[in-house]
């Protein structure tokens, strides 16, 4: 009976054994050419005019991309953040940013599902997300390009109620936004023009004592359309770049940016040089509200979209003095009729301890558009994967 019993434990081992096997083999084969990428970002930022205002964050960013096979790749995209520690109070927010599949077939390629919005009228730190379609379809010289998303939700709006409103707010969003553009490169020539539109104009979560912020920015939003058109230029060592985004609005507001930027690089030292000018009725180009957007032209805390028919340029210059240590300074000149002359300085170190991983100091000071003083610093740490 003994015997019986071992021998029933033996076999039942190695049926597990066998089934593990099995299940590890079936595992692998399901995640062969997975790929994972993202990063963790810890920042400590301070605003020196007020020693009581600093914030810790921390963000974590998770895509992962699996083949489903020869043609169609699954993508999902998680970000737990920005966590935000201020003042004792602590929030924390997880999305995930992307779940959608990227279809391959006669060299054009379309995603379906919830994606990061192609065209620049959007942040482009990928905060906004859109549930929709994209196709680039090759034709010829040119890639053509077409998007069409039911909803997008605003991260610029998103972020301002989460962080001001004290009632049931809960941020806005836009509906059906479709978008086309046409993307080409000429050798040392490239060219992209987009155009967007948004048709149901927005939908907004009312109450609190945010509401009123929250639907002034929904105004700008609602029935808009907008275009972009961005040249760019090698010429030598340097890239020449001439940029327009136009946006208006039910409110017959037209706001907007073009602006002309020179970059290069001679042996240690990048450099650049910009000139910005915004519209009558403002400097916004993006459909969200962000200002993070390709579009604009910004600093650490200055940036063009939030200014009225204003001009400014800026310049900067880094220089890698190591192969682990960079250093750079960068400085912003603006006016305008509409408020107050603004400037600002920043400094910034970098410090890459390998690859992918580093740590950076940056401290900006200057004049704001209501002529006062601000003095910020940020200490950020990064692992990339």
């Known amino acids: 009976m003994k015997k019986m019993i071992k021998m029933s434990l033996v076999a039942a081992v190695a049926v597990a054994g066998l089934n593990t096997t ?6 692998e084969e399901a995640i062969k050419g997975t790929t994972v990428s993202g990063y963790v970002r810890y920042r400590l930022e301070t605003d020196h005019e007020n020693e009581t205002d600093v914030n810790e964050k921390a963000k974590a960013v998770v895509k992962v991309s699996t083949p489903v096979n020869d043609m169609v790749t699954a993508n999902v995209k998680v970000v737990a953040g920005e966590s935000e520690t201020q003042n004792v109070d602590t929030k924390a927010d997880l999305n995930v940013n992307e779940a959608n599949f990227v279809i391959k077939a006669a060299g054009a390629t379309v995603i379906a599902g919830l994606q990061t919005s192609q ?11 859109s549930h929709g379609i994209t196709a680039l379809v090759p034709a010829g010289p040119v890639t053509l390009a077409g998007a069409y998303y039911m909803t997008t939700t605003a991260g610029g709006l998103a972020k301002l109620s989460s962080a001001n409103a004290t009632g049931d707010a809960k941020g806005a969003m836009t509906n059906d936004v479709g978008a086309i553009g046409v993307l080409g490169d000429f050798g040392a020539v490239s060219v992209k023009a987009w155009y967007a539109a948004v048709e149901d104009g927005s939908e907004l979560a009312n109450g ?5 912020a929250l639907n002034a920015h929904a105004d700008l939003i609602e029935d808009a359309s907008a275009y972009s058109l961005d040249l760019s230029v090698k010429a030598g060592p340097a890239n020449i770049q001439l940029m327009t985004t136009q946006v208006s609005t039910k409110n017959t507001k037209d706001t907007g940016l073009t602006k002309l930027v020179v970059t290069g690089k001679a042996d240690t030292i990048s450099y650049m040089a910009a000139y910005a000018q915004t519209n009558e009725d403002g400097g916004r180009t993006t459909l969200d509200g962000d200002s993070d957007a390709i579009s604009d032209l910004g600093l650490h805390v200055l940036n063009m979209q939030k200014t009225i028919d204003a001009t400014a340029f800026a310049v900067s210059g ?9 250093a750079s300074l960068t400085y912003l000149d603006g006016s305008s009729d509409a408020h107050a002359d603004f400037n600002e300085l920043d400094l910034k170190v970098g410090y890459k301890m390998s690859k992918n991983f580093g740590a950076s100091v940056i401290y ?9 003083d601000f003095a910020e610093s940020r200490i950020e740490v990064k692992y990339t994967f």
């Open 22 to 27: 099995a299940s590890a083999a079936n595992l």
């Open 119 to 129: 065209s620049p009228f959007f942040a482009n730190n990928g905060d906004t997300r």
């Open 208 to 212: 609190g004592s945010n509401a009123a």
């Open 318 to 326: 880094k220089i890698q003095a190591t192969e682990q240590i960079c």
């Open 364 to 372: 900006g000071m200057g004049e704001d558009t209501d002529a006062a």
